[in-house]
């Protein structure tokens, strides 16, 4: 198995600008996660699907940040406007049971 | 209070040592976790996991689980440079939550 995968792996965009982060989880995964890390905060957790269905969103920081998985082989996490305190790495990950799988990850940074 | 808590470190041993990670929990009602390895640049990769009081041993690793005092750790037998990375502790609450909490890592330096 390829494995998550996550597009693209670094982005750099301006102050305003929208950004769309991509995530395909393992075949067969049902579950699905949205994390950010950075040095401040550690991982933290986004937000999750079960069966394409958003469960939990509390983790989400703001109405600019928006997710979605209209498909069980594909994610995306959206931002609208970006802006310089969203820098971070993003990290995807599924699951079967209750072992989390995470995807390489797309550095964000937003001047 | 955060719900997982690790020492932050840095820690350092030298080759051939034991390495000993500690994280502790606040919630009472956890039932599942996890170790996962993050080496700089990388994403976290699934050391082991521990469900039930005691140790569970892996290779090298083994995982110590003390629910009472809300305790558990990752111990590394033989440390190699190889092993120099953060290592995240994770706790899930069990039944039908899925979601992990992470505490804020350890990070761990082999020294040759």
């Known amino acids: 198995d390829a494995g998550v995968i996550q597009s693209p792996r670094h982005e750099v965009t301006e102050m305003g600008q929208e950004v769309t982060l991509r995530c395909k989880p393992i075949s067969g995964h049902d579950y699905l996660f949205w994390y950010r890390q950075t040095m401040m905060r550690g991982l933290e957790l986004l937000i999750y699907f079960n069966n394409n269905v958003p469960i939990d969103d509390s983790g989400m920081p703001e109405d600019r940040f928006s997710a979605k998985m209209p498909n069980a082989s594909f994610s995306t996490l959206k931002i609208q406007p970006s802006e310089p305190r969203d820098s971070a790495v993003y990290f995807c990950?599924?699951?079967?049971?209750?072992?989390?799988?995470f995807g390489p990850g797309t550095r964000l940074l937003v001047l | 209070q955060k719900e997982v808590e690790q020492n932050s470190g840095p820690l350092s041993v030298p080759e051939g040592a034991i390495a000993s990670l500690n994280c502790t929990y606040s919630?009472?009602?956890?039932?599942?976790f996890f170790w996962y390895r993050q080496y700089s640049g990388k994403s976290p990769e699934l050391i082991m996991f521990?469900?039930?009081?005691g140790d569970k041993e892996d290779g090298r690793f083994t995982a110590q689980l003390n629910k009472a005092s809300q305790y558990v750790s990752l111990l590394i037998r033989d440390s190699q440079p190889s092993d120099s990375a953060t290592y995240l502790c994770?706790?899930?609450?069990?039944?039908?939550?899925?979601?992990?909490?992470f505490g804020s890592g350890t990070q761990l330096t082999v020294l040759p």
């Open positions: 994770a706790v899930n609450r069990g039944g039908s939550a899925r979601q992990l909490t």
């Open positions: 919630d009472r009602g956890s039932q599942s």
């Open positions: 521990i469900y039930s009081n």
């Open positions: 990950a599924s699951s079967q049971q209750e072992t989390q799988y």
